[in-house]
């Protein structure tokens, strides 16, 4: 399918703006709508659904939401706050408009739950990285914390943010991230629903980063945003830039 681009990259659209049409396709194009990229199709043309960044990728264009709530997808990377302790499962808060359930068997080998409480391995107001395995709209999503890092998280400290701004807290090809961790000397986290778990080498360095990280939350519309934060923390942390 090739698409004429209509708009700039990180340009901000509004609901109902046109991004694209669709100059040829061998599929039959029906009018539909791709809520993980946040637009619709009708009449071969391609719109947002929303008010937020056009985001082109080779010969692809979706938008990233300035404001909204987190939508799960089956792999994506969460981290939920424990809300709930049932006799076979644990509730899950993952900030999305559905709770999602981590079954016993998960956490527990040969869980049996007459023998087992699973108060004992996670209890209300613990949060576990996990990862989802199920999810079509017709049920909660589904987690697993099988998986290299997943599972309880013992130490550090949580970041909320919007989960729009995820995107650009990473970065393209991970840039942002890599500055915040190289910087910070943090090890960080980053989950699609909105959280973030840092684990920094003191609490100093942990404040210059949950300040970055609101900047940059604050300023995703704003292009030179990654030299802005590398200065931003360069002051904070004391840094000399080289000559």
Avoid at 77 to 85: A, F
Avoid at 149 to 170: C, D, H, Y
Avoid at 207 to 230: F, P
Wanted: hydrophobic content about 40%.
């Amino acid at each position: 399918m090739k698409l004429r681009i209509l708009v700039a990259d990180r340009q901000i659209v509004r609901p109902g703006d046109l991004l694209a049409e669709i100059e040829d396709s061998t599929e039959h194009l029906e009018e539909r709508i791709i809520p993980e990229k946040h637009i619709y199709i009708k009449n071969k043309k391609i719109y947002s659904d929303t008010i937020g960044l056009a985001t082109i990728t080779d010969n692809d264009v979706q938008v990233i939401p300035l404001e909204g709530v987190y939508f799960p997808k089956k792999d994506d990377i969460v981290i939920g706050l424990v809300v709930g302790v049932g006799i076979t499962n644990w509730i899950i808060d993952i900030r999305a408009p559905y709770k999602a359930i981590l079954n016993g068997s998960e956490v527990i080998e040969g869980f049996n739950p007459i023998q087992h409480d699973l108060r004992d391995y996670l209890d209300i107001g613990e949060y576990v990285l996990a990862k989802i395995t199920i999810f079509d709209r017709t049920r909660d999503p589904v987690l697993t914390i099988k998986g290299k890092g997943l599972g309880k998280i013992t130490e550090g400290a949580i970041i909320e943010v919007k989960p729009s701004r995820i995107a650009r807290i990473i970065g393209k090809k991970g840039s942002m991230l890599n500055l915040l961790t190289t910087k910070t000397g943090c090890n960080i986290t980053v989950a699609q629903n909105g959280i973030i778990w840092a684990r920094c080498p003191d609490n100093n360095k942990l404040d210059v980063l949950v300040k970055a990280i609101k900047r940059i939350e604050e300023k995703a519309h704003m292009r030179g945003l990654t030299e802005e934060i590398r200065l931003f923390l360069e002051k904070e942390l004391g840094e000399k830039r080289e000559k």
